[in-house]
């Protein structure tokens, strides 16, 4: 066959280890499980940025995200278009977002016949812009009289929710002729990890103010974070998980019943992690270039495949474009920075070859970038070169110790990649550099409860 449809699911701030067929249980993932046990699973998938904006060109257009200018703003013209190639190629494509920085204020929309920039329309309750109402917000007495006489005083909603987005997915799906690429991506696990729906009791909503104002404060002015905190937040996290993994359950049984299943590639995968204090941290920070962030889950279920195929060898989510264009039988687009990783799908004896992963954090005038291979990863900050970072994952996979100093010809060696990245950095920067997105009071609100700007 050599136009599958394709489904790219991309699941905002998942990590690896909280899949039940990566390993966690009791499993809060019994949809994706599922779809793992007849699919290819990588084990050690790297993203290539540490946030959502530093990710997405990496994935979606398999070129870095320092380069064309960088990625804080829209995507650059200059860039492959993967999806205008599709769509030229005889798919019906379609874009479904739920996150304020992939839609079409960041040029996201280009190249697709129909495509979604799904906002959730809701406004905070009018006590959040008064003076001391933040206060009168986090008492559930507060919420138990606003109940009474019909209010809604929990917090707005930042996302569309996984049940409207499968929903419109499905519907997509259900009036459109094959062959088509479809891409989702689902908010529901990105902080504040509520799931708004269900915020009823006056305890409840009380809870989720305090939540908002505390990760507020530990983001941008360094409060701790106590174990009840830490045990708190991790329990939301993965209600969201389990949440977000029964609706894509609903699509799978979907496709099932639809009996589109072996006709469609569907591609499951994190743009970024989480970090949960591993380093100190809460969230997925910028700087933050460990595993807990860099590693994602990577599921590919291919037509043919019936049972479950794990793949250990270390992969780049920059080859995930030109994998679908080698699944989809078309050429690799010129200027594209990866390789195919089909060989690693259907052979025994794959051709496959990467070997370090390269992410990178790009904002403004400060870069960081993560050299990985399956043996050592090295972090340089542009900001302190002096301070380079070596860890040895074989012995230390949770980076705790610094061994570059102790190592400096695999330092060198390594280093090597990082002046590769800067010198095409400097060798695609365009001559002027592009407006940035214009961005509304909402959009702003939402940026700013998410955590992106202060």
């Known amino acids: 066959m050599s136009k599958p449809n394709v489904i790219l699911l991309t699941l905002d701030t998942l990590r690896q280890d909280r899949l039940g067929c990566y390993g966690f249980k009791p499993s809060l993932t019994p949809n994706i499980d599922r779809l793992a046990d007849s699919s290819v699973r990588f084990t050690q998938a790297i993203t290539g940025g540490s946030w959502t904006q530093a990710a997405?060109?990496?994935?979606?257009?398999?070129?870095?995200?320092?380069?064309?200018?960088?990625?804080?703003?829209?995507?650059?013209?200059?860039?492959?278009?993967?999806?205008?190639?599709?769509?030229?190629?005889?798919y019906a494509t379609a874009g479904f977002v739920t996150s304020p920085m992939l839609g079409?204020?960041?040029?996201?929309?280009?190249?697709?016949?129909?495509?979604?920039?799904?906002?959730?329309?809701?406004?905070?309750?009018?006590?959040?812009?008064i003076k001391g109402g933040q206060s009168l917000l986090r008492l559930p007495l507060t919420h138990a009289i606003s109940r009474m006489i019909g209010l809604r005083t929990r917090p707005a909603k930042l996302y569309v929710s996984a049940q409207e987005l499968t929903d419109q997915i499905c519907r997509w799906i259900g009036e459109t002729h094959s062959p088509f690429f479809v891409w989702g991506h689902y908010m529901d696990i990105h902080w504040p990890y509520h799931l708004e729906d269900q915020l009823i009791q006056p305890h409840d909503i009380a809870q989720a103010w305090i939540d908002v104002a505390h990760l507020h404060d530990v983001n941008w002015n360094g409060a701790s974070i106590s174990v009840q905190q830490r045990d708190h937040y991790i329990q939301l996290y993965e209600r969201a998980v389990a949440y977000m993994d029964t609706h894509l359950g609903r699509l799978f049984d979907y496709l099932q019943i639809r009996g589109l299943e072996k006709d469609t590639v569907v591609i499951?995968?994190?743009?970024?992690?989480?970090?949960?204090?591993?380093?100190?941290?809460?969230?997925?920070?910028?700087?933050?270039?460990?595993?807990?962030?860099?590693?994602?889950?990577?599921?590919?279920?291919?037509?043919?495949?019936?049972?479950?195929?794990?793949v250990d060898r270390q992969v780049r989510l920059l080859d995930l474009m030109p994998t679908i264009f080698d699944l989809c039988g078309l050429p690799i687009l010129e200027g594209m920075q990866g390789n195919s990783m089909a060989s690693l799908l259907r052979d025994d004896h794959p051709d496959y070859r990467a070997d370090v992963t390269v992410s990178e954090m790009w904002h403004d005038a400060w870069h960081i970038v993560s050299v990985r291979s399956e043996e050592y990863k090295y972090i340089w900050d542009n900001k302190k070169p002096e301070e380079p970072r070596l860890y040895d994952l074989r012995i230390d996979p949770g980076e705790q110790h610094n061994i570059s100093a102790e190592q400096p010809e695999i330092r060198a060696e390594l280093h090597s990649y990082v002046e590769a990245r800067i010198a095409e950095m400097t060798s695609t920067q365009p001559e002027h550099a592009a407006m940035g997105p214009d961005l509304d009071d909402d959009m702003l609100r939402r940026l700013r409860d998410l955590g992106y700007i202060e």
């Open 268 to 310: 499951l995968l994190a743009d970024h992690g989480e970090e949960f204090l591993e380093h100190g941290r809460w969230g997925h920070w910028e700087d933050n270039l460990y595993d807990e962030v860099l590693k994602v889950p990577l599921i590919f279920k291919i037509p043919g495949q019936i049972t479950e195929k794990v």
């Open 56 to 90: 997405f060109p990496v994935m979606l257009t398999s070129t870095y995200a320092s380069m064309y200018g960088g990625c804080i703003g829209p995507l650059a013209a200059e860039r492959p278009s993967p999806i205008e190639a599709l769509s030229k190629n005889g």
């Open 104 to 129: 079409q204020a960041f040029g996201y929309q280009r190249g697709f016949d129909h495509f979604a920039d799904l906002t959730p329309g809701e406004k905070d309750p009018g006590l959040r812009a």
